[in-house]
């Protein structure tokens, strides 16, 4: 067709509802003129020439001239248009053009119907697989062309076959598509009826056991091949078509043949006389009189009215007459539900699934872009109008804290897909305009978010590459406020009228002329081939508007320049750096050439790069439509050779994408301010990894690997792999990881040089000790006391360490690369925790349960081990005390002279506490013996090694070691002896009366009682038990030192009751201590030569006497002190205590007396206490 003049419209302002057009009748009154034809469509929009379309006729019958012809007005013109061309329509042309107006591609439908469509990433692929792609129809529009129109065509079902219907082996059964698609097969549909543009029918749900079956009436509106509006006696209340209008519209595209068709009403009609009229008339309204009567007598009376607005209109509305020219020709979308589930959405705060529903509305608006359906513009605007209505973000702007994580991705993609908007190589100026100004207006108010989430971070202007920019000050290359919308408002200076970007994307043969002029040879590499000099995330982002509207081989095209470019800059790179190395590893160290990274980007230029090339690579895209994110199959892709540049060229698609993920990642990039951005680099990184693990390594790919490995290497300031980088440069570990893993098996040599050059972690590397490694041993956390806020230093770290672990695990039992390993790791790791968790992963490799230990790695471990002690010898760590016994346990497993050394200079490793209680201990343990298998003079060795270490850790910290150096010694009487000196010298300083009693009760369990009572006494002097300590801890010891002087004779006794009396105030304990020496004789202990007189002491003399003295003189101050500041609820308990003291009382002959004084005593000094001086009476008289 050469006429029609509507350009497809992606960016459009929000629709009317579908209009009810008049028409008019043939009169020489009412007959317009033709108008002139508008501008001549340029694109092709018809069905995909390799499919079946249900309906037509088979493939071995062309299509007649009448349908071909009908088919294309059906989807390019409004029907208006057509019956304003022609003066006399016949009516078999109108029958097929109204037939053809229905949608044809049941993906449509599906699209509007199910909610969580997986397209993803490659179903701009997928339908390029289903043979229906717009980009095999033509490139974008050349300038000055028109756009292509129409609407997502295709076939019916990318191939599948009627019976199948286009859902065959989705898994969302209980998706609307699914459900209507079981309906329609089970005979549900019924009394379908097609009126001009109108089609009705009723679908049946069948019964349940908790419903019965319910008829719904389903009138559904098309023009142009799109339903414009819906209508279902179900009141479905959501964005997208219930399961009754999926089964209706599947039942017109499936079985065409049995729909019964009409021409519009208005037709008909057109065709009856007046009798005929008033008879239709009369019926209609005696079939439906309680619901039309009252309109009818109004329309009527305005009829008859000469002077109504009727009357002043020709023609008459028609809902069957498809939509007048100026409608805008869209798919049906219920806005207030697009903006009620948002709003819902934003409410739950990301729990619920609500960020994965948003994450889903925003797939449909890139699979409606893709489609090239003006919707997916329009529902981005109701998406963000409820974003920018979100209350949180005036609550989070007001309290000053940052959006969550989740939130924040949101916003992410939020702005990436306005990029896209803007960027639509077939939008008009004026959308583009209107677009532009909507984001301006979201972009100034205050709450709207910025780009890196709380900083003003200063990024490049996203034109800052081209041309047209230069003219911007200094400052606007840097603004302060950048926020997510900046980038799709700076896109208003990009435009696709470039003729050398237009040549790119529309030939896969574009390649230097022979003759080039001097303005040309910038444009073409060696090769010939084209290069696209823009600022790479830029030139990114129109790669990604090409793919997401729809045009994959244009997006390829223009991706091969891009790379073939980045490759171009990757040498001119590699020349300059041969130049400056000499002078750069000279001062070892560099500045940051690369202005922003491209892996964290929020254009994601790596990622859209890799996703368009893999796209074309995928081999399990048969199946376009995937309703449930359920059982994600790991794709497989296949090697498709590159179609652009030159023809001789052995590339694929897929090893292009490898080496511009490697390109990417490999770049050194500073790292950027703040939490989110720099927690979007890691994400980032991690996502395009997870992406590269898909990709099946075979002798291509790999080839590639190890070219752009090399290149990394050799990449000086420009590559993060380079031998000198900035000190701020993001680090390579995880990448390096990915690297090192899939390079290992084909190239072992180049995989371990690039992993222990990714080792480093600059920020935490002071310049002077950065390349001493001298001293590995001796080397302690180094981190300077001033470098960037990194927020995400500690994931970044634990990376780091992830890397030396897979290195470690891949050298076992290759000494060289172990020792290499090991030294990159005790320069470069600085976290203790870390270096200890790899020497548990190293030692567990070694020590497996299966097979017989490797000695290397093990000696790796405890090598690991070692500096961890080392490093945590001085700090303070929580897990010290594991640390200490796992080193210990791995030198074990090493061998004798492992614990040998470790025991001899235990004081670089331990403090004296861990060296003789867990070191030592568990050096000469029953269990290590056995374990070790040692002969007689390796246990003599070992034991005498722990008896040094105990002496000495005794004499460094007696209050802690003693004790345990007594242990150790026990089974040699010189080394004993020396450390129970040592106990005793102790015991005069700073030893406290606990650690004394303890060493005592230990004497005296080995077999030296007096020697336990000398370490008592001691402790006696030490300990000092006031009147009210009567729960005191050292009441055991004291009551033990009491009972072990008593049975060692009187003279022991006499000689500590005198430090008792001094030492204890507490009246209970010296009555307890009193009445246990009066039970039995003294001198029962069994020391030889000493004697028990079996006599028991008495009270009245000494010592007890003393004893007594105390105790009474104990209870008599205990008692005032405590009538001082006595409450009745305690005079219970004062009368019990004052029981027991008379017992102590009554111990001497004369001892009733003083108790009686004593109660006299208490009698007048407190009687002004009544009530308990009344008790005192009833109990003591």
Same mark, same amino acid.
């Given at each position: 067709?050469?006429?029609?003049?509507?350009?497809?419209?992606?960016?459009?302002?929000?629709?009317?509802?579908?209009?009810?057009?008049?028409?008019?009748?043939?009169?020489?009154?009412?007959?317009?003129?033709?108008?002139?034809?508008?501008?001549?469509?340029?694109?092709?929009?018809?069905?995909? $020439?390799?499919?079946?379309?249900?309906?037509?006729?088979?493939?071995?019958?062309?299509?007649?001239?009448?349908?071909?012809?009908?088919?294309?007005?059906?989807?390019?013109?409004?029907?208006?248009?057509?019956?304003?061309?022609?003066?006399?329509?016949?009516?078999?042309?109108?029958?097929?053009?109204?037939?053809?107006?229905? &949608?044809?591609?049941?993906?449509?439908?599906?699209?509007?119907?199910?909610?969580?469509?997986?397209?993803?990433?490659?179903?701009?692929?997928?339908?390029?697989?289903?043979?229906?792609?717009?980009?095999?129809?033509? #490139? #974008? #529009?050349?300038?000055?062309?028109?756009?292509?129109?129409?609407?997502?065509?295709?076939?019916?079902?990318?191939?599948? %076959?009627?019976? *199948?219907? =286009?859902?065959?082996?989705?898994?969302?059964?209980?998706?609307?598509?699914?459900?209507?698609?079981?309906?329609?097969?089970?005979?549900?549909?019924?009394?379908?009826?097609?009126?001009?543009?109108?089609?009705?029918?009723?679908?049946?749900?069948?019964?349940?056991?908790?419903?019965?079956?319910?008829?719904?009436?389903?009138?559904?509106?098309?023009?142009?091949?799109?339903?414009?509006?819906?209508?279902?006696?179900?009141?479905?209340?959501?964005?997208?078509?219930?399961?009754?209008?999926?089964?209706?519209?599947?039942?017109?595209?499936?079985?065409?043949?049995?729909?019964?068709?009409?021409?519009?009403?208005?037709?008909?009609?057109?065709?009856?006389?007046?009798?005929?009229?008033?008879?239709?008339?009369?019926?209609?309204?005696?079939?439906?009189?309680?619901?039309?009567?009252?309109?009818?007598?109004?329309?009527?009376?305005?009829?008859? %009215?000469?002077?109504?607005?009727?009357?002043?209109?020709?023609?008459?509305?028609?809902?069957?007459?498809?939509?007048?020219?100026?409608?805008?020709?869209?798919?049906?979308?219920?806005?207030? *539900?697009?903006?009620?589930?948002?709003?819902?959405?934003?409410?739950?705060?990301?729990?619920?699934?609500?960020?994965?529903?948003?994450?889903?509305?925003?797939?449909?608006?890139?699979?409606?872009?893709?489609?090239?359906?003006?919707?997916?513009?329009?529902?981005?605007?109701?998406?963000?109008?409820?974003?920018?209505?979100?209350?949180?973000?005036?609550?989070?702007?007001?309290?000053?804290?940052?959006?969550?994580?989740?939130?924040?991705?949101?916003?992410?993609?939020?702005?990436?897909?306005?990029?896209?908007?803007?960027?639509?190589?077939?939008?008009?100026?004026?959308?583009?305009?209107?677009?532009?100004?909507?984001?301006?207006?979201?972009?100034?108010?205050?709450?709207?978010?910025?780009?890196? $989430?709380?900083?003003?971070?200063?990024?490049?202007?996203?034109?800052?590459?081209?041309?047209?920019?230069?003219?911007?000050?200094?400052?606007? !290359?840097?603004?302060?406020?950048?926020?997510?919308?900046?980038?799709?408002?700076?896109?208003?200076?990009?435009?696709?009228?470039?003729?050398?970007?237009?040549?790119?994307?529309?030939?896969?043969?574009?390649?230097?002329?022979?003759?080039?002029?001097?303005?040309?040879?910038?444009?073409?590499?060696?090769?010939?081939? &084209?290069?696209?000099?823009?600022?790479?995330?830029?030139?990114?982002?129109?790669?990604?508007?090409?793919?997401?509207?729809?045009?994959?081989?244009?997006?390829?095209?223009?991706?091969?320049?891009?790379?073939?470019?980045?490759?171009?800059?990757?040498?001119?790179?590699?020349?300059?750096?041969?130049?400056?190395?000499?002078?750069?590893?000279?001062?070892?160290?560099?500045?940051?050439?690369?202005?922003?990274?491209?892996? $964290?980007?929020?254009?994601?230029?790596?990622?859209?790069?890799?996703?368009? @090339?893999?796209?074309?690579?995928?081999?399990?895209?048969?199946?376009?439509?995937?309703?449930?994110?359920?059982?994600?199959?790991?794709?497989?892709?296949?090697?498709?050779?590159?179609?652009?540049?030159?023809?001789?060229?052995?590339?694929?698609?897929?090893?292009?994408?490898?080496?511009?993920?490697?390109?990417?990642?490999?770049? *050194?990039?500073?790292?950027?301010?703040?939490?989110?951005?720099?927690?979007?680099?890691?994400?980032?990184?991690?996502?395009?990894?997870?992406?590269?693990?898909?990709?099946?390594?075979?002798?291509?790919?790999? *080839?590639?690997?190890?070219?752009?490995?090399?290149?990394? @290497?050799?990449?000086?300031?420009?590559?993060?792999?380079?031998?000198?980088?900035?000190?701020?440069?993001?680090?390579?570990?995880?990448?390096?990881?990915?690297?090192?893993?899939?390079?290992?098996?084909?190239?072992?040599?180049?995989?371990?040089?690039? =992993?222990?050059?990714?080792?480093?972690?600059?920020?935490?590397?002071?310049?002077?000790?950065?390349?001493?490694?001298?001293?590995?041993?001796?080397?302690?956390?180094?981190?300077?006391?001033?470098?960037?806020?990194?927020?995400?230093?500690?994931?970044?770290?634990?990376?780091?360490?992830?890397?030396?672990?897979?290195?470690?695990?891949?050298?076992? $039992?290759?000494?060289?690369?172990?020792?290499?390993?090991?030294?990159?790791?005790?320069?470069?790791?600085?976290?203790?925790?870390?270096?200890?968790?790899?020497?548990?992963?190293?030692?567990?490799?070694?020590?497996?349960?299966?097979?017989?230990?490797?000695?290397?790695?093990?000696?790796?471990?405890?090598?690991?081990?070692?500096?961890?002690?080392?490093?945590?010898?001085?700090?303070?760590?929580?897990?010290?005390?594991?640390?200490?016994?796992?080193?210990?346990?791995?030198?074990?497993?090493?061998?004798?002279?492992?614990? +040998?050394?470790?025991?001899?200079?235990?004081?670089?490793?331990?403090?004296?506490?861990?060296?003789?209680?867990?070191?030592?201990?568990?050096?000469?343990?029953?269990?290590?013996?056995?374990?070790?298998?040692?002969?007689?003079?390796?246990?003599?060795?070992?034991?005498?090694?722990?008896?040094?270490?105990?002496?000495?850790?005794?004499?460094?910290?007696?209050?802690?070691?003693?004790?345990?150096?007594?242990?150790?010694?026990?089974?040699?009487?010189?080394?004993?002896?020396?450390?129970?000196?040592?106990?005793?010298?102790?015991?005069?300083?700073?030893?406290?009366?606990?650690?004394?009693?303890?060493?005592?009760?230990?004497?005296?369990?080995?077999?030296?009682?007096?020697?336990?009572?000398?370490?008592?006494? @001691?402790?006696?002097?030490?300990?000092?038990?006031?009147?009210?300590?009567?729960?005191?801890?050292?009441?055991?010891?004291? @009551?033990?030192?009491?009972?072990?002087?008593?049975?060692?004779?009187?003279?022991?006794?006499?000689?500590?009751?005198?430090? +008792?009396?001094?030492?204890?105030?507490?009246?209970?304990?010296?009555?307890?201590?009193?009445?246990?020496?009066?039970?039995?004789?003294?001198? !029962? =202990?069994?020391?030889?030569?000493?004697? %028990?007189?079996?006599?028991?002491?008495?009270?009245?003399?000494?010592?007890?006497?003393?004893?007594?003295?105390?105790?009474?003189?104990?209870?008599?101050?205990?008692?005032?002190?405590?009538?001082?500041?006595?409450? #009745?609820?305690?005079?219970?308990?004062?009368?019990?205590?004052?029981?027991?003291?008379?017992?102590?009382?009554?111990?001497?002959?004369?001892?009733?007396?003083?108790?009686?004084?004593?109660?006299?005593?208490?009698?007048?000094?407190?009687?002004?206490?009544?009530?308990?001086?009344?008790?005192?009476?009833?109990?003591?008289?």
């Amino acid at each position: 067709m050469a006429e029609g003049g509507e350009r497809e419209e992606l960016l459009s302002p929000p629709p009317v509802s579908p209009a009810k057009r008049l028409c008019s009748w043939p009169s020489p009154r009412a007959h317009h003129p033709r108008g002139s034809p508008g501008v001549a469509s340029g694109g092709v929009g018809g069905v995909g $020439g390799s499919s079946l379309t249900p309906g037509a006729r088979p493939h071995l019958q062309p299509e007649s001239l009448l349908d071909c012809a009908a088919k294309t007005v059906a989807e390019k013109w409004a029907y208006e248009r057509v019956e304003e061309r022609f003066e006399r329509i016949p009516e078999p042309v109108q029958r097929r053009i109204v037939y053809w107006s229905f &949608p044809r591609n049941e993906r449509e439908i599906c699209m509007y119907s199910s909610f969580q469509y997986r397209g993803g990433p490659s179903a701009g692929a997928a339908s390029s697989a289903a043979g229906a792609s717009p980009a095999e129809e033509g #490139p #974008p #529009p050349l300038p000055g062309a028109a756009a292509p129109a129409g609407s997502a065509p295709g076939a019916a079902a990318a191939g599948a %076959s009627p019976g *199948q219907g =286009a859902g065959a082996g989705a898994a969302g059964e209980g998706l609307p598509f699914r459900r209507g698609i079981r309906l329609l097969d089970s005979g549900s549909v019924e009394n379908v009826l097609q009126v001009g543009f109108h089609l009705s029918g009723t679908v049946t749900e069948p019964a349940t056991t908790s419903e019965p079956a319910m008829t719904y009436k389903v009138a559904i509106s098309f023009d142009r091949c799109k339903i414009t509006s819906v209508t279902c006696g179900c009141g479905n209340k959501d964005i997208f078509y219930c399961a009754h209008v999926v089964a209706l519209s599947l039942y017109r595209i499936r079985k065409p043949d049995q729909v019964k068709l009409r021409l519009p009403i208005s037709e008909t009609l057109f065709q009856m006389n007046r009798d005929q009229l008033q008879k239709f008339i009369q019926y209609l309204i005696t079939a439906h009189h309680t619901e039309v009567l009252p309109t009818a007598q109004k329309l009527a009376d305005e009829i008859l %009215s000469s002077n109504s607005e009727i009357n002043q209109v020709n023609g008459a509305p028609d809902p069957t007459a498809g939509a007048s020219i100026d409608d805008e020709n869209c798919w049906h979308l219920d806005e207030e *539900q697009v903006k009620e589930q948002v709003k819902l959405f934003l409410s739950q705060g990301g729990y619920y699934g609500s960020g994965k529903q948003l994450n889903s509305m925003f797939a449909k608006v890139r699979e409606m872009l893709r489609m090239r359906d003006s919707n997916g513009a329009r529902m981005l605007t109701l998406i963000t109008e409820q974003f920018m209505a979100d209350p949180r973000l005036t609550l989070w702007r007001q309290q000053g804290t940052s959006m969550t994580d989740k939130c924040r991705q949101l916003w992410d993609e939020l702005g990436a897909l306005w990029v896209c908007i803007i960027l639509n190589p077939h939008c008009k100026l004026e959308e583009k305009s209107s677009w532009l100004q909507q984001l301006q207006k979201w972009s100034d108010l205050d709450v709207c978010p910025l780009e890196d $989430g709380n900083y003003g971070h200063e990024l490049p202007n996203i034109t800052n590459a081209l041309p047209q920019s230069t003219s911007h000050s200094p400052d606007a !290359l840097s603004r302060p406020r950048r926020t997510v919308f900046t980038r799709a408002i700076e896109g208003r200076e990009l435009h696709w009228q470039d003729s050398h970007l237009q040549r790119i994307i529309s030939s896969d043969k574009y390649v230097a002329p022979v003759c080039q002029r001097e303005s040309e040879r910038l444009l073409f590499n060696s090769q010939g081939q &084209p290069l696209w000099l823009e600022h790479v995330p830029t030139a990114c982002a129109r790669v990604d508007a090409l793919r997401s509207h729809g045009y994959p081989k244009e997006a390829l095209r223009l991706t091969v320049a891009i790379i073939n470019t980045l490759r171009l800059q990757q040498q001119r790179q590699l020349e300059i750096y041969k130049h400056q190395k000499k002078e750069l590893l000279h001062r070892g160290t560099t500045t940051i050439t690369n202005l922003e990274g491209w892996v $964290g980007h929020p254009l994601d230029p790596i990622g859209c790069l890799f996703l368009t @090339l893999t796209e074309a690579c995928r081999l399990n895209d048969d199946s376009y439509l995937e309703v449930s994110d359920m059982n994600e199959s790991r794709p497989v892709y296949q090697h498709v050779p590159v179609a652009a540049g030159c023809p001789n060229s052995s590339e694929s698609y897929l090893s292009l994408a490898l080496e511009v993920a490697l390109m990417g990642m490999g770049q *050194q990039r500073v790292m950027p301010e703040g939490l989110y951005a720099q927690d979007k680099v890691c994400r980032n990184e991690e996502q395009l990894l997870s992406q590269l693990q898909e990709l099946q390594l075979d002798d291509e790919l790999v *080839q590639t690997l190890q070219k752009q490995c090399i290149l990394l @290497l050799e990449g000086g300031p420009f590559s993060g792999l380079g031998e000198v980088i900035h000190r701020e440069s993001v680090p390579m570990h995880t990448f390096a990881k990915y690297l090192f893993s899939a390079l290992l098996p084909h190239d072992p040599d180049l995989s371990y040089k690039l =992993a222990l050059r990714a080792m480093r972690l600059p920020v935490l590397e002071n310049s002077t000790s950065a390349g001493d490694t001298s001293h590995p041993h001796h080397m302690v956390s180094v981190v300077p006391s001033r470098y960037p806020r990194w927020f995400t230093l500690g994931h970044l770290e634990s990376q780091q360490c992830e890397l030396a672990s897979t290195m470690l695990t891949a050298a076992k $039992g290759d000494t060289g690369r172990l020792r290499t390993i090991l030294e990159a790791i005790q320069k470069h790791i600085h976290s203790s925790s870390l270096i200890f968790k790899l020497a548990q992963d190293a030692f567990k490799i070694a020590t497996p349960t299966d097979s017989s230990t490797d000695s290397t790695l093990l000696n790796v471990a405890l090598e690991l081990g070692l500096q961890v002690m080392r490093m945590t010898l001085s700090t303070l760590n929580w897990r010290r005390r594991e640390m200490v016994r796992w080193l210990v346990t791995c030198a074990t497993e090493v061998g004798v002279r492992a614990l +040998v050394s470790i025991l001899q200079s235990w004081y670089t490793l331990f403090t004296p506490t861990e060296a003789t209680s867990i070191v030592a201990a568990t050096a000469v343990s029953h269990t290590t013996l056995l374990r070790l298998s040692l002969d007689y003079p390796q246990r003599e060795e070992l034991a005498s090694c722990a008896r040094t270490l105990a002496l000495q850790c005794a004499m460094k910290d007696p209050q802690s070691c003693a004790l345990s150096a007594l242990t150790l010694c026990e089974k040699d009487h010189i080394a004993f002896e020396a450390a129970y000196q040592i106990a005793i010298d102790a015991a005069a300083g700073g030893m406290t009366h606990s650690q004394l009693f303890t060493i005592a009760r230990y004497m005296e369990l080995r077999g030296y009682p007096l020697r336990a009572f000398k370490l008592a006494s @001691l402790a006696m002097s030490h300990l000092n038990l006031a009147y009210n300590q009567d729960t005191h801890p050292a009441i055991n010891d004291v @009551l033990w030192a009491c009972a072990l002087s008593h049975s060692l004779g009187k003279n022991e006794l006499a000689a500590l009751i005198p430090l +008792v009396v001094k030492s204890v105030h507490c009246a209970t304990v010296l009555s307890d201590i009193l009445r246990r020496c009066t039970v039995t004789a003294p001198g !029962l =202990a069994g020391i030889p030569g000493r004697r %028990s007189s079996g006599k028991l002491m008495s009270t009245d003399k000494a010592p007890l006497r003393q004893l007594l003295d105390a105790t009474i003189n104990a209870y008599i101050n205990t008692t005032h002190s405590r009538l001082t500041h006595i409450s #009745p609820r305690h005079y219970g308990e004062f009368i019990e205590f004052l029981s027991k003291a008379r017992e102590t009382f009554l111990l001497p002959q004369d001892g009733h007396l003083q108790f009686a004084q004593f109660i006299d005593n208490l009698k007048q000094i407190y009687k002004g206490k009544k009530k308990l001086m009344l008790l005192v009476r009833e109990r003591f008289g």
